[in-house]
């Protein structure tokens, strides 16, 4: 039987090809875009086999997608008990820093759940408490626009506690207008890096003295479109573009974690400094157009699983400083945690140490490592 062209196929038959060809080129794609994010040790099998088998039609993806990834079934349930110990959770009265606050408090820590905003801090730390936690939640006011509320937070602190275990580096703004901080920073520069960085610097002599303390920063996926921009890096002389002024900001908390852990290690302190992304989780900081809210309803994952890479980079006992951790799931969108890697330019040393120098000189803070 003579083939046919496209052209004498009936309409049925020309959309059911192509149809057939849609779904095996989204299959392959899916298949070879996650095989490329994993690493090796997340992988059944050798990446370079598993590359070669998505050449063959639909059966290569569809083999790999179902049998060649590696999971992970860690969850809130294996967080060691946590009694005695005490945490800095930054933006803890929604989304991920929320879920992160109630798992920890569940667990027996004493979580400081610092906010920007003390009513709102009070009505979440209530909704905790009412969970008969064993650990305890206190609200502090902290807002990492202004590094006068920095400064201000972190002597309140040393006042009140003398150790800090864990500080959660979670708070942050995306793609908002743009704006400035207290200090003229750009929003997202300055909120989700410059005032971690001078809190981070703020605590760090606290997190030494209690031994066996971590830094965990909350990263993003966008970090892989971010570029550093350390010339303009507050969007000063360029047009403001907020989706790159994201990526930029997520960019910068890897930068900052890895280098924080070299110049850990270089003192010789035990301290860990560990990055966490969520994957795509329904936390409310992708706005509420009609747009964002159907593509969290349809694609998101509910925010406590979106807590669990910061929960595990926090808590769980095999974390080594300097590491990165996301969801295990196709693309890295969701799923439990395991961990992951970033880019290239995330560890790009010399931008590290470059950004390192901006940081300081723009917060006036210097670190103690």
């Not at 196929?9 to 090809?17: E, G, V, Y």
């Not at 057939?20 to 059944?44: E, I, N, T, Y």
């Not at 929320?98 to 400081?112: D, K, M, S």
């Not at 965990?216 to 570029?227: D, I, L, P, Y």
């Amino acid at each position: 039987m003579p083939i046919k062209r496209l052209a004498d196929l009936s309409a049925p038959q020309k959309i059911a090809l192509i149809t057939a060809g849609l779904a095996q080129a989204g299959l392959f794609a899916a298949a070879w875009g996650d095989l490329s994010l994993r690493r090796p040790d997340a992988v059944r099998g050798r990446k370079g086999a598993w590359r070669a088998g998505l050449f063959v039609n639909t059966l290569g993806p569809l083999a790999y997608l179902a049998r060649g990834r590696r999971g992970s079934a860690w969850t809130e349930a294996d967080v060691p008990d946590q009694t005695g110990r005490v945490v800095v959770v930054t933006g803890a009265n929604s989304g991920l820093g929320l879920e992160t606050a109630r798992v920890l408090a569940l667990r027996g820590a004493t979580v400081i759940m610092a906010c920007r905003s003390e009513q709102k801090a009070q009505k979440a730390a209530a909704g905790i408490r009412a969970l008969h936690p064993k650990g305890e939640v206190v609200p502090m006011t902290l807002d990492l626009g202004d590094l006068n509320s920095v400064k201000a937070f972190a002597d309140a602190f040393r006042a009140r506690y003398d150790r800090l275990d864990i500080l959660v580096n979670n708070a942050g703004i995306m793609i908002p207008p743009l704006g400035r901080t207290a200090q003229g920073f750009e929003t997202q520069f300055g909120v989700n890096h410059l005032g971690h960085f001078a809190l981070s610097a703020a605590l760090l002599p606290l997190l030494e003295r209690t031994g066996g303390a971590r830094v965990v920063t909350v990263s993003s996926f966008a970090h892989r479109f971010g570029e550093l921009n350390l010339a303009d890096a507050n969007w000063h002389a360029r047009p403001y573009a907020p989706m790159p002024a994201y990526g930029q900001s997520k960019l910068a908390n890897l930068l900052f974690t890895y280098e924080l852990q070299r110049r850990l290690n270089a003192a010789g302190k035990n301290v860990l400094a560990v990055a966490a992304h969520p994957g795509w989780a329904a936390t409310g900081l992708q706005g509420d157009s009609r747009g964002s809210t159907l593509a969290n309803r349809l694609f998101a994952q509910p925010q406590a699983t979106g807590a669990l890479p910061t929960l595990y980079a926090a808590t769980a006992p095999d974390v080594t400083g300097g590491a990165y951790y996301g969801p295990s799931g196709l693309l890295q969108l969701g799923g439990n945690p395991q961990r992951v890697d970033s880019n290239a330019r995330s560890h790009d040393t010399q931008d590290a140490a470059n950004l390192w120098a901006l940081s300081e000189r723009l917060t006036g803070v210097t670190f103690p490592v």
